[in-house]
């Protein structure tokens, strides 16, 4: 019997909207030519001495010649932070409604044929989990989802999104991709932003680890943050899975990203990530299970990334993940992240009663809320539960 070929990752499902944009092109034309380890000494220095980062002073200081540097990085990185950003820190939560998932990541919990206790909340546990948090003094949310048309479609989110908006100041959706018409139906439920990664932009990679399910159309995805933007959508947020690939070049790829989307919506408020690949329950062998050679990302290495972020994008809000520990955590929040999750819990539900279905990876800060506040009032840093008038 025959194995059906797998659709190609440039080919759209029929009811993708598809843009007529040139970013994409621009971005992996700028990925692919990047070459960290032709960048000297020289050229790092040059990159330090600008005044406003170029694109080439980005790569410049995303290279490995870069890494003797990292003081001077940081340093300028807490200037340009300190200017722009003064010393407060916005804090949310995410809130899982959903695990159910029609992907295929090799590298995700949510994977469909992964082995895990899944969920929906009604629309009374999404009360009651808002309530909840709400009690923490938060005025923001996360509302995130598995991947799944048939079990959390735009509908189901806009709903959650109604219910979060009563509590919230702020309510932002990391939910699979949508049309511009589902977008603006989200935004019409009160969410104000959208957070969508690339996970990586090495095509090559992307199709090893998206083997099924819409995910894998690479464009589409690609394409998430002009169409929310179009919604009616007031920021949008990037990243890529640290790690699934060269991270240099990811990181370059994100930055550019951002950079040129900023260019076209000059409205629009933009906003980074910085997650590294995680271990994943019902998954005892990572790097084999998820197919390709992974790039492992030290500390050090993910500080300078980080740094290089905030001289290129000196207006971006930039979140460090619950993934990394609480000492990495505590340190680059004095330097450059402007964004800090607390509360957290990654199951389904989890907030004002025990998880109903299992989470999406692991985390290692598991602060409260009030103990972010105290590390943050500790270091001279303002915590601030909503930045949005």
Do not use: W
């Amino acid at each position: 019997m025959s194995v059906p070929a797998k659709r190609d990752i440039f080919d759209y499902y029929e009811d993708q909207d598809q843009l007529d944009s040139q970013i994409l092109h621009a971005v992996l034309s700028e990925r692919d030519t990047f070459a960290p380890d032709q960048f000297t000494h020289a050229d790092v220095v040059r990159a330090l001495n600008e005044e406003s980062l170029s694109p080439q002073g980005f790569k410049a200081l995303l290279s490995p010649e870069a890494a003797s540097f990292l003081e001077e990085i940081a340093s300028a990185a807490r200037r340009v932070k300190s200017a722009h950003f003064g010393n407060s820190i916005s804090l949310f939560t995410p809130l899982y409604v959903a695990n159910y998932c029609e992907d295929e990541c090799t590298y995700c919990g949510f994977n469909r044929f992964n082995k895990i206790k899944r969920a929906r909340l009604t629309k009374q546990q999404v009360e009651s989990e808002c309530e909840e948090i709400a009690k923490t003094g938060l005025e923001e949310v996360l509302i995130l989802t598995g991947e799944s048309r048939a079990f959390s479609d735009y509908k189901y989110i806009g709903e959650a999104c109604k219910i979060a908006k009563k509590h919230f100041r702020v309510v932002g959706v990391e939910v699979q991709p949508m049309n511009v018409d589902e977008y603006r139906h989200l935004h019409s439920c009160g969410a104000d932003f959208v957070t969508v990664f690339q996970e990586t932009y090495d095509i090559s990679v992307y199709e090893i680890v998206h083997p099924g399910g819409r995910k894998r159309i690479f464009p589409y995805r690609f394409d998430t943050a002009e169409r929310a933007l179009l919604g009616g959508f007031r920021g949008v947020a990037f990243g890529a899975l640290l790690g699934l690939a060269d991270f240099r070049k990811d990181a370059l790829a994100v930055g550019m990203h951002a950079s040129l989307m900023q260019k076209k919506f000059p409205h629009a408020e933009i906003s980074i990530s910085c997650p590294r690949i995680r271990p994943i329950l019902g998954d005892d062998n990572l790097p084999s299970a998820v197919g390709v050679p992974l790039t492992p990302v030290t500390e050090r290495e993910l500080l300078q990334i980080i740094c290089a972020y905030r001289l290129f994008l000196p207006f971006a809000n930039i979140t460090v993940s619950t993934r990394e520990s609480q000492s990495f955590r505590n340190e680059v929040f004095k330097i450059a992240a402007t964004k800090v999750s607390a509360g957290v819990n990654v199951g389904v539900g989890g907030h004002s009663e025990d998880a109903v279905g299992d989470e999406q990876f692991e985390i290692d800060d598991t602060r409260s809320v009030d103990e972010i506040c105290r590390m943050l009032k500790s270091a001279n840093l303002q915590p601030v539960m909503s930045e949005y008038v």
